[in-house]
């Protein structure tokens, strides 16, 4: 018996690779944060030893991360390819667990049955299931498990003195080290410093007869004979922590993280956001949380009563921002850096010998002997039913909630991207994804081009990136205004980033894109919409990059592989023995310590029954108030915000259940009505919050004012509507609401417009364009330009016409120079222009000067969103002149120009008009820019308006502009001398196209306004087509 | 008398120091080649005669780059060979010896082969603009096999073909290279532009000669009827815009339409032309109206205005309540034959309480009728004043009280 091959685990072994060996295949790579560890590894699979990576975020080290699971992926995808390498690690990673725990266990509770118990039930654990298949957190697995496996050496290392255990315990925590470097940190704190107690106590219980002999004394007189051994492992262990990664820790220094911290769910309230409370609280503790009496009760027993610490805290830290307590034990910086998931991750690993001794009592121990005496076999069984049943559940509701609750979106195809890019040197610009998920991380991977973006947060440098608390441009619409804001920046002005292309999966972000400039190239076959800026600089060839020296890039490429070939040199002598059971071995010294299994408390038999029926009224109350909010008819309120929400969500069956089915709307009709509607609100924009206010409610009618906050790419949308409710056997309906029933004179009616079409390259050639290819720049003039102050911000204003006979792009570039003719501010005209101008068409423009949102980190963040929040910039000194540049380029997109703009009322507040599409094509988002001009007709300002409906052809779309207040607008420079197009004087151009201009020559038709500061206003129209025809 | 002594000594060992050194310089290394001037590809060859020591490079530099050779030496003669890569460069050729004590130096003059190869040439900016001020200009270098420009003074033609113009000039080069402007012409078109040099041709270039800035037009409107029924689209077209010389503007230039109406209202409609014509529509009035129309292409050309008047469509309408006051039926709307209004016309109700406004509905007419509902939640008990507005028209309807 003794020395046969524990089943237990045998069987633990066999169900976990076959359970998750094969269930990484579908999970693994719709992970969070696997595919950025594949990224790593391509790194490392094309230069070992150059820890700089160009890909990402304008350059990056990464020796920001421990490399060993990178390494090794890299290591053996040059066997089968990277994903074979990951693949291979993931279930290294899962033996390693299993056995882990194995070990781990067998070093608590000293009984191998007890400790096979543990390592079949880790196999299910769902806090294992949520971190693999979940969060694909491979390094982190791999460390904890690594220490588990260190754990057993250390306590012998401790007992016995022995220097072996000493060698094997340090090789192991080196192992870890390299593997993921938070882990061995807070391991020391949390596993092996109650560890440490154990052993001073089982020491000390040597001394003694009973346990309950132990005083203090007696514990004191064991730690200090202990001392030396433990101080030594301490400072061995540091040694290792800090030299085997040293690079890591002097790249930290010397670039410290100074972001602002970014929200994680694990930080939140858990009982504000369930969801968050439900990844990061109920999935890792699952069942356990049934059992948290038996734990705490074993764990604050003498022996492992620094375990009982230990667990309590990273219990209490585990609960995130829901009790003020982690905040105020870590302190704000560390709260604010740390994922707490981990703490309870740990917990929950830390549980699970005591989990598998609660099962082992129960199956077959004292435990089962005690209910079946006191409540019978029957009770037994169905308890039994019932924790295994919940068991089982919370593991399959945990691999499927990544299933039923995609974390990213349908995996895209990378193939047509990564021929895009090594087509006609397009890799010779950065390229941004837009929609992409972490799948961003796989095309990096697949690809020579560089990216703006990147996806591990910790490596950004950009002070646009490091000052938001976004991970990704790529999901910046769910970042809320920090990461619309980051985005515009990065498209207003690219060239600074030299980024040319972006490929969309995400339609949201389309309108932004193309009030920004972009225009779009074409939809790959993957159904990836490629847009191009034009006019940006391709990248230089020469890139700066930070160097480090040769001796840290031999220790980074070297020192991890060689961690595993010592701990295996070290501990393969165990292994073998222990496995093949080649000699009998003596039993390790911790299994002396054996537990008592014959006498199950009764007390606490009682209290776990209690727990139990709290948790159960806790869990029925929650399921009761989910259904309360949830149940769509069950009260005015809940059918609104049913109804929005499946408006929101595009759910719009969902959306007509709720209407009232006596009002003949058919599913048809209602279905063809949602399809005619288009524009920023219905097709882009994201419902942000909602509240109602019920005007009157009687038992079958009520009336409800209903405002809601939209999020759209452009800017935030505050909306109030009114909407009816009907009571039908008990339920509550929304009365449908009015359409547009205009009818449009013509039903087929034709239109002629001139189209373009740039051959490009006319031979097909690999080489740089021919020069009699290349178009001659589109002739731009600046009609107007100046400087100009309001509200404590600086702006360019004026008017510029594309004087040429082709259509132009046009791109404006504004620098702020004071008195001594410091640079003081740049920036380019963002959707205050419109971007393509058709030969001889005349745009107003404002260029904004607009600084790095909350760039020092202790300003507020707005709580609410907007995405056209302006961070007006901060300039230490008075502008004084200016400098704009021009840069016409021949595009034939976007120039549908068939929108009239009509003024029927103005009062001395709003102006109110149609927009009338007399066109071809639907106006998805039109867009007002409005110029206003003093008595003199002179400009002072460009203002704008995003329209919030499209216009459908042939019909219109009233609209009601709110005029600027009158505060004074300063005109602080009016010279033009350094106006540039295309690089050249404007004037010399303008003098030489258009040298009889008639000057101010259309300011008799600028329509007259009552306001208090400014007589007159010229109107203009941007239109976004989203589907062009 | 001493001292007068040391100077002479002085002078004499120092003039005899000179005369050994100038002697050994003269003495020691020797050009022997007497050519010095070649042609590109011709293998170029330095002798030099020595005394004594051998121990010498050549220090070689042209505007190809430079080069140190080592010579081959055979019966006192210091031979280099120039490698081709070198010598095949057409200009002068800077060679120095490099020896312990002299240096001699010289230079070589190589010269380009007589023969063409090829015509390099150049020709900006693509596309220039009629009336006979601007202009392109093709820049043509003539190489010889080797690369080398053609000795200067060398004749090219440069001829280009406008029309039924076909002109020839001919240029000479002059530091290597020869340029020639070419005006365009009043007419816009296309000019295909060659060159010739010792009877090899240039392959074809062409610059686009595209129209000069607009002048005045004038606009016209086209529409179904002059009746202001709001449904109606009226088309606004330009005469056929061409520039000082004549040319039909290039397609897609854009014109705005300027409306005023009578309010002072103003409405902007846009067109861009195709073959010299921009077509412009808007929408009608919905209510009897005055439109100005003046077009515009800001800056440089614009029509004069017309005037367009439209008629009242809808003459009068019935508004009517139901029982409880609550229901406000609005029509039959009847249009100028007494047809009911295409559906949606705009119909505005503003309602009153205490002579203040407390709403404004807007509804759409369908098959010429509306409907307002007041409900009983909104409005509650007391007394109102409607006034219901459309196509111009309104009507009101006091003291609906509410119980």
């Known amino acids: ?1029 | 008398m001493i001292k007068s002594i040391y100077i002479s000594l002085f002078v004499f060992i120092l003039i005899c120091l000179v005369s050994i050194q100038t002697k050994s310089l003269e003495d020691s290394y020797v050009l022997k080649s007497n050519k010095s001037e070649f042609i590109a590809g011709e293998h170029v060859q330095l002798e030099f005669g020595y005394n004594t020591d051998s121990d010498v490079m050549l220090y070689c530099s042209n505007s190809y780059g430079s080069i140190l050779l080592d010579p081959e030496i055979s019966a006192k003669i210091l031979k280099f060979n120039i490698p081709d890569s070198i010598s095949k460069k057409s200009g002068v050729l800077n060679w120095k010896l490099i020896a312990k004590t002299n240096n001699l130096q010289g230079s070589i003059n190589v010269k380009p082969k007589p023969s063409i190869k090829s015509l390099e040439s150049y020709l900006g900016p693509p596309s220039i603009e009629a009336g006979g001020t601007d202009y392109t200009m093709l820049v043509v270098i003539p190489t010889d096999d080797l690369d080398n420009p053609m000795a200067d003074s060398t004749k090219v033609q440069i001829k280009h073909q406008f029309l039924n113009n076909e002109i020839s000039d001919t240029v000479s080069t002059l530091h290597g290279f020869t340029y020639k402007t070419i005006n365009s012409y009043k007419e816009s078109g296309r000019i295909l532009i060659s060159s010739e040099c010792l009877d090899l041709n240039s392959k074809e270039y062409d610059v686009n000669v595209m129209p000069a800035i607009p002048t005045n037009f004038t606009i016209k409107a086209e529409r179904i009827h002059n009746y202001a029924d709001g449904n109606q689209i009226t088309t606004f077209k330009t005469s056929q815009i061409i520039d000082r010389f004549n040319n039909v503007v290039s397609d897609g230039t854009f014109v705005t339409f300027f409306i005023t109406d009578q309010n002072g209202n103003k409405t902007q409609t846009y067109g861009s032309t195709i073959n010299g014509i921009a077509t412009a529509k808007m929408l009608h009035p919905d209510h009897e109206e005055q439109w100005s129309v003046k077009a515009y292409i800001e800056g440089m050309a614009n029509s004069e205005t017309i005037t367009l008047g439209f008629k009242q469509a809808i003459s009068n309408f019935e508004a009517a309540l139901s029982d409880d006051n609550r229901t406000i039926t609005v029509g039959p709307l009847q249009s100028f034959m007494k047809q009911r209004v295409p559906d949606g016309l705009f119909i505005t109700l503003s309602i009153y309480k205490n002579k203040v406004l407390v709403n404004e509905i807007q509804e759409q007419s369908y098959n010429g009728m509306a409907n307002f509902y007041l409900s009983e939640d909104e409005y509650s008990n007391g007394s109102y004043h409607l006034e219901i507005e459309t196509a111009g028209l309104s009507k009101t309807l006091t003291n609906i009280t509410y119980e």
């Open chain 1, 1 to 1029: 018996m003794k020395n046969a091959s524990n089943k237990y685990l045998t069987v633990a072994l066999l169900i976990g690779i076959a359970f998750h060996g094969t269930s990484i295949f579908f999970t693994l790579e719709t992970t969070y944060d696997a595919l950025i560890h594949l990224f790593f590894a391509d790194h490392y699979s094309g230069s070992w030893f150059e820890p700089w990576n160009y890909k990402w975020y304008t350059g990056f080290t990464v020796m920001s991360y421990p490399p060993l699971v990178h390494q090794s992926i890299a290591a053996l995808s040059f066997i089968g390819g990277l994903k074979f390498g990951m693949f291979t690690i993931a279930l290294i990673g899962i033996i390693l667990f299993i056995t882990g725990v194995y070990r781990f266990s067998l070093l608590i509770t000293s009984n191998r049955t007890v400790a096979g118990y543990a390592s079949v039930l880790a196999v299910f654990s769902s806090s294992f299931v949520e971190t693999l298949h979940i969060f694909g957190q491979l390094p982190s697995i791999i460390g904890i498990s690594v220490l588990m496996h260190a754990l057993p050496e250390i306590y012998l290392w401790l007992k016995t003195g022995k220097w072996r255990y000493l060698a094997t315990s340090l090789s192991l925590i080196s192992v870890t080290v390299t593997s993921h470097h938070v882990t061995p940190i807070f391991g020391m704190v949390f596993f092996i410093f109650p560890l440490i107690g154990m052993v001073i106590m089982d020491d000390a219980r040597e001394k003694v007869q009973t346990i309950k002999e132990i005083t203090i004394k007696v514990f004191m007189s064991s730690f200090f004979k202990l001392f030396k051994r433990i101080i030594s492992f301490g400072m061995l262990s540091l040694t290792i922590i800090i030299g085997c990664i040293l690079p890591y820790w002097i790249n930290s220094k010397n670039n410290p993280i100074t972001q602002v911290p970014i929200p994680h769910g694990s930080r939140d309230n858990f009982l504000e956001i369930t969801s968050s409370g439900l990844v990061f609280f109920l999935i890792p503790w699952g069942v356990l949380l049934v059992l948290l009496p038996y734990i705490f009760y074993r764990y604050y027993s003498k022996r492992y009563l620094f375990f009982g610490l230990s667990i309590t805290i990273l219990f209490i830290l585990g609960t995130g921002g829901t009790t003020p307590i982690p905040r105020m034990v870590l302190g704000e910086t560390a709260f604010n850096i740390l994922t707490l998931d981990r703490f309870t991750l740990w917990a929950s690993i830390m549980s699970l010998p005591l989990f598998g001794e609660f099962a082992y009592r129960f199956v077959e121990g004292d435990l089962k002997t005690l209910i079946q005496d006191r409540y019978g076999a029957i009770f037994h069984r169905l308890s039994g039913g019932i924790l295994a049943g919940l068991f089982l559940f919370m593991t399959i509701f945990t691999m499927s909630l990544g299933y039923f609750k995609p974390s990213q979106p349908q995996k895209i195809k990378m193939l047509p991207i990564v021929n895009f890019l090594n087509q006609d040197q397009h890799d010779q610009w950065r390229y941004m994804t837009l929609g992409f998920g972490d799948q961003m991380a796989w095309l990096s991977a697949q690809t020579n081009a560089l990216s703006v973006d990147g996806n591990y947060h910790s490596a950004r440098r950009l002070p646009e990136l490091t000052t938001r608390p976004i991970e990704r441009l790529e999901n910046s619409k769910f970042k809320g205004v920090e990461g619309i804001g980051s985005l515009q920046q990065f498209l207003t002005t690219p060239e600074k980033y030299n980024l040319k292309y972006i490929f969309s999966n995400d339609k949201f972000y389309d309108p932004i894109l193309y009030f920004c400039g972009w225009q779009r190239l074409r939809q790959l076959e993957n159904g990836i919409m490629v847009w191009e800026k034009l006019n940006v600089p391709p990248l230089s060839s020469i890139l700066p990059k930070e160097d480090v020296g040769t001796w840290q890039k031999i220790l980074w490429g070297t020192v991890p592989f060689l961690t595993v070939i010592i701990a295996f040199i070290l501990n393969v002598q165990f292994l073998l023995v222990h496995t093949l059971k080649t000699r009998i071995t003596a039993d390790p010294l911790y299994m002396k310590f054996k537990n008592n299994y014959s006498k199950f408390s009764k007390g606490l038999l009682k209290a776990s029954h209690i727990w139990s029926i709290i948790l159960a009224v806790i869990v029925g109350y929650g399921i009761y108030i989910f259904y309360i909010k949830n149940e769509s008819h069950h009260s005015p309120e809940n059918a609104i915000l049913a109804y929005y929400d499946a408006l929101d969500f595009k759910g719009f069956e969902k959306a007509h259940s709720l209407i009232n089915p006596e009002s003949d709307l058919t599913i048809a009709q209602y279905m063809l009505e949602v399809s005619v509607t288009d524009g920023l609100l219905s097709s882009y924009a994201k419902l942000d919050a909602i509240s109602t206010e019920i005007i009157s409610n009687t038992d079958s009618l009520a009336s409800v004012k209903v405002f809601t906050d939209w999020i759209t790419p452009l800017e935030k949308i505050k909306q109030t509507d009114y909407k009816k409710l009907v009571k039908l056997n008990g339920k509550w309906y929304l009365q449908p609401d009015d359409i547009n029933i205009d009818l449009p004179p013509d039903q087929l009616y034709s239109d002629n417009l001139t189209k373009y079409f740039n051959q490009g390259r006319r031979r097909i050639t690999t080489e740089q364009t021919h020069h009699e290819d290349v178009l001659k720049q589109p002739v731009l003039e600046i009609l107007d330009a100046k400087l100009v102050k309001y509200k404590n911000s600086y702006a360019i204003v004026g008017e510029i016409q594309n004087i040429d006979n082709v259509p132009s792009d046009v791109v404006l570039k504004g620098t702020l120079y004071n008195d001594e003719n410091k640079k003081l501010a740049t920036y380019n005209a963002k959707h205050h222009i419109k971007h393509k101008l058709l030969p001889k068409e005349v745009s107003s423009f404002r260029i904004n000067f607009e600084g790095i949102a909350w760039s020092k980190t202790n300003d507020s963040i707005p709580k609410t969103f907007n995405p056209d929040e302006f961070t007006p910039i901060e300039l230490e000194e008075q502008p004084t002149k200016f400098n704009l540049q021009a840069a016409g380029n021949i595009s034939g997109s976007d120039l549908f120009k068939n929108t009239a703009v009509s003024v029927t009322k103005k009062d001395k507040d709003y102006l109110f008009g149609n927009i009338i599409n007399t066109g071809t094509e639907e106006v998805t988002i039109p867009q007002l820019l409005v110029s206003y001009y003093d008595a003199d007709k002179k400009l002072k300002w460009v203002d704008h308006l995003f329209i919030e409906e499209g216009v459908r052809q042939q019909r219109q779309q009233n609209f009601k502009y709110k005029m600027i207040d009158t505060s004074p607008i300063e005109t602080i420079s009016e010279d033009m001398s350094n106006c540039y197009v295309n690089g050249l004087p404007n004037e010399d151009i303008s003098d030489k196209i258009v040298a009889d201009r008639i000057v101010n020559h259309n300011n008799t038709e600028h329509q007259q306004i009552i306001h208090g500061e400014y007589n007159f206003i010229k109107l203009e129209v941007n239109t976004y087509i989203g589907n062009p025809n």
